[in-house]
């Protein structure tokens, strides 16, 4: 454990001297649109970074990448082939690769192959009838295996879901300790036209007048020790809701953790496009096509 930890600390130093390298060069070559947060976040944008020097350094770190996936029912039929051909296409080329396929029926996995580097692990999806919610499931079942196992395999974890199609390289410019999507639907709208939970006695609640942007649910991602840490708190904040006979969305959670606990690296509409929608000339080449009408 103390070895992670010193590899993580270095993970994020050499992520932090990144940033300080790349950060000054982003608005000049993408002047279209926001580069940085007002808390000195990159959004990361096509033309914003510079993939061979970002290849340069993550090389040298020997790092694996996590990808968890949660897939029942229909959407096992529907999306998983297609989701897990593209991310072994498209997903951290070139870098170890753990794909965490959690599932409730195995019999339903379809046939799998993956390039070098890339491995995948089943993970069983336990249900308790309390909880029906299937967010609150994967997310109870994914703080389970991060303590269990996944925290010690991978330096870095992305949770997605399932209903996505990788369209071009997602790869280690979309590191970094808190790593946040913004919201296709939401990025190009204004700020008081968000869909924040606004029920103040929520734990999910952001008042009228707060927050930073509205981030989507079905990319998410950091250390693991991050993930884990946005889990707990989202498993707090459903138990006291449900104390309290409220009962919010798994995507508000997300929302008011990410404006307390600022994400350290924001990725554009880009990383995350609905293909329903227009593209606009901000979006230059869609990393990932977001197929909302499935949910």
């Not at 990808?67 to 297609?82: M, P, R």
């Not at 996995?109 to 993970?123: A, M, S, V, Y």
Request: with cysteine; net charge positive.
């Amino acid at each position: 454990m103390e070895r992670m930890n010193s590899k993580w600390k270095m993970l994020l130093l050499t992520s932090f001297a990144l940033l300080l390298m790349l950060i000054k060069h982003r608005s000049r070559k993408r002047p279209d649109v926001k580069t940085t947060t007002d808390w000195f976040a990159p959004i990361i944008w096509e033309g914003t970074y510079n993939r061979q020097v970002l290849e340069k350094y993550y090389k040298r770190l020997n790092i694996t990448i996590g990808l968890a996936v949660f897939a029942t029912g229909k959407f096992v039929d529907q999306y998983l082939e297609k989701f897990l051909q593209s991310a072994n296409k498209h997903f951290m080329i070139g870098y170890n690769v753990i794909f965490y396929i959690l599932m409730d029926d195995f019999s339903k996995l379809p046939p799998i192959e993956l390039g070098p580097l890339r491995t995948f692990k089943l993970c069983t999806v336990l249900k308790q009838h309390v909880w029906k919610d299937f967010n609150y499931i994967y997310m109870k079942n994914l703080d389970t295996y991060i303590i269990e196992h996944i925290q010690h395999e991978v330096d870095f974890l992305f949770s997605m879901t399932v209903n996505q199609i990788f369209k071009n390289d997602f790869g280690v410019e979309t590191l970094g300790e808190s790593v946040a999507q913004l919201h296709a639907w939401w990025y190009f709208r204004h700020a008081e036209d968000f869909p924040y939970e606004r029920r103040p006695k929520s734990a999910a609640f952001i008042p009228f007048g707060e927050g930073d942007f509205y981030y989507q649910s079905a990319v998410f991602g950091g250390t693991p020790r991050e993930v884990l840490a946005f889990i707990k708190e989202y498993q707090k904040g459903v138990t006291s809701d449900n104390r309290n006979g409220l009962k919010s969305i798994y995507e508000h959670y997300l929302n008011k953790y990410l404006f307390i606990n600022k994400p350290t690296k924001l990725l554009s509409p880009e990383y995350n496009w609905d293909p329903n929608f227009r593209t606009p000339p901000q979006i230059k080449h869609v990393k990932i096509a977001w197929h909302s009408k499935s949910i």
